[in-house]
């Protein structure tokens, strides 16, 4: 019996490598960037999911506190800024309205209007020009809601003199740990963006302060913070 064996010879042509596509091969940066981003925010899309299973909304497992009245003390405060000339007493209210928390913010908002023009220069970030209450008031939410270690984290801030008030709007009912995170969120963002539009630019000592206060903040969301 005779077998016939038939023998295909397969030609292999190499194409020519197509050039690197930026949008679907991301940089060894990018990638680095998005573990820690995944890794950052996996706490907190574990309670969302679960969340989402019970068919409630996400929660820390306390009833949100009913809005006090905002307290004369804060007030107060922010008269003292507005008013006073005397450092000691313009630096003691600073101190009072920025580890004021959600009740604080809740003063400063009012006054992100406030036209009137301290008498006293000592609070100022401006580099010139003259400042009201007004800008006063918006760093001091900064201040309750973020946390900046330099002028270049500032920069990174997803929050806006003039639409500070409607982004607090829309988080209506979080706690202030949330809204720090929502922060952070956003200066996350931004650190993102900045690192794709400026690749030499090394935005890696920003992504870990943001990474790690994300984790921070995560632990103080679960905890009942």
Excluded at 98 to 110: C, D, E, Y
Aim: proline share 6%; aromatic share 6%; net charge positive.
């Amino acid at each position: 019996m005779h077998v016939s064996h038939r023998v295909v010879f397969i030609e292999v042509v190499s194409r020519p490598r197509r050039p690197r596509d930026r949008n679907r091969y991301p940089t060894k940066l990018m990638r680095h960037i998005a573990s820690i981003v995944v890794l950052a925010l996996l706490p907190f899309a574990l309670t969302y999911s679960r969340a989402q299973d019970a068919g409630g909304a996400i929660t820390t497992g306390k009833t949100q506190p009913r809005k006090a009245p905002a307290s004369p003390e804060l007030e107060w405060a922010i008269e003292t800024i507005a008013t006073f000339s005397d450092r000691d007493a313009v630096n003691a209210a600073d101190v009072r309205l920025r580890t004021g928390g959600l009740p604080a913010i809740r003063v400063l908002v009012k006054h992100l209007t406030d036209s009137r023009r301290p008498p006293s220069n000592y609070l100022t970030r401006a580099v010139s020009g003259e400042v009201d209450m007004g800008d006063h008031s918006f760093w001091l939410i900064q201040d309750i809601l973020e946390s900046h270690t330099s002028k270049m984290d500032a920069s990174y801030s997803p929050l806006k003199k003039a639409s500070v008030e409607k982004w607090l709007a829309d988080r209506e009912g979080m706690t202030l740990a949330q809204l720090r995170r929502e922060a952070c969120i956003g200066a996350f963002a931004k650190i993102l963006a900045m690192g794709e539009k400026y690749p030499d630019f090394d935005v890696r000592p920003a992504i870990m302060t943001c990474a790690k206060r994300l984790v921070e903040l995560d632990k103080a969301i679960h905890s009942g913070g």
